[in-house]
């Protein structure tokens, strides 16, 4: 079956801008991950959605949300964006959530780029 | 603060030799995970143990859990230049991730 899928792969934004990056989970996942990863910071957790609701949620500003479709796709919104959002961002699914014992499957991720 | 911690940051070893990496953690699990990065990519699942597992076997990949000492490590037998790769670990409700132990294997 078709694995973690992220659009789009590559882009380029100019500071102030805002983006939303795509992740269309594993058939039959409920839940999405985000995570921002830098060289400097390694990866870190940015939330967790189950059912269309965020369940967790990294210490990230106001200024990166998200959210949860009742197919289980999920989006990331980050507004306002700054020199330091230029990262990967990775998108992971699981049947209910890797706390709960369950494989996390990732994306390849969005290479964000802001200049 | 991060979940996991692997230790060491990098390692460099010759082909067919063992790699060991190293994960700790600071609260309590109900399981922990380990994956491999090639550069660039995404994230791939190697292996989970549960908290009530003491070792679990995958392939070339041992993994063995130490819940009083919270820590964890990830042994690769007769490594081969594809393994070459940064490896995590994860854990806790949020399934945070260590900085990662990047891995060279030199042919």
């Known amino acids: 079956k078709a694995g973690v899928t992220q659009t789009p792969r590559y882009l380029i934004k100019t500071r102030g801008q805002q983006v939303t990056l795509s992740c269309s989970p594993i058939?039959?996942?409920?839940?999405v991950s985000w995570y921002q990863q830098t060289p400097g910071q390694g990866l870190q957790f940015l939330f967790e959605?189950?059912?269309?609701?965020?369940?967790n949620k990294g210490n990230f500003p106001g200024r990166f949300s998200g959210r949860q479709f009742s197919n289980s796709r999920s989006e990331m919104n980050v507004s306002t964006l700054e020199l330091g959002d230029s990262a990967l961002y990775l998108c992971?699914?699981?049947?209910?959530?890797?706390?709960?014992?369950?494989?996390?499957?990732f994306g390849e991720g969005s290479w964000l780029t802001v200049v | 603060s991060q979940q996991g911690e692997e230790d060491p940051q990098a390692l460099s070893i010759q082909e067919g030799e063992n790699a060991t990496m190293n994960c700790s953690y600071k609260?309590?699990?109900?399981?922990l995970q380990w994956y491999r990065q090639n550069s660039g990519r995404g994230l791939v699942h190697l292996i989970l143990?549960?908290?009530?597992?003491r070792e679990k076997h995958s392939g070339r990949l041992r993994v063995t859990l130490d819940t009083s000492k919270k820590s964890s490590s990830l042994l690769i037998t007769a490594s081969r230049a594809a393994d070459t790769a940064s490896y995590f670990c994860?854990?806790?409700?949020?399934?945070?991730f260590g900085p990662g132990t990047s891995l060279s294997v030199i042919p």
């Open positions: 992971a699914s699981s049947l209910a959530g890797g706390s709960y014992g369950n494989t996390i499957y």
């Open positions: 058939s039959g996942h409920r839940s």
């Open positions: 959605y189950f059912s269309e609701t965020q369940r």
């Open positions: 609260t309590s699990i109900n399981n």
């Open positions: 143990i549960r908290s009530n597992e």
């Open positions: 994860a854990s806790g409700d949020k399934v945070i």
